[in-house]
């Protein structure tokens, strides 16, 4: 389960990730977003533009 830094659920003394790095760990499929946090509302609209993205 993935927690932004200020939840209530975030297990104690969980370390803090970059935004790349959290990233990375929200595209696994088996990895699950809080909805109590802003941690799913912030990070699924940003997993959702990695669709669009093409090469040049």
Do not use: K, W, Y
């Amino acid at each position: 389960m993935l927690h932004a830094p200020d939840c209530e659920g975030a297990p104690q003394g969980a370390p803090l990730l970059d935004v790349e790095h959290a990233l990375n760990v929200a595209e696994n499929p088996r990895t699950r977003l809080c909805t109590l946090c802003e941690c799913a509302q912030e990070l699924t609209p940003m997993l959702s533009g990695f669709d669009h993205i093409t090469g040049s």
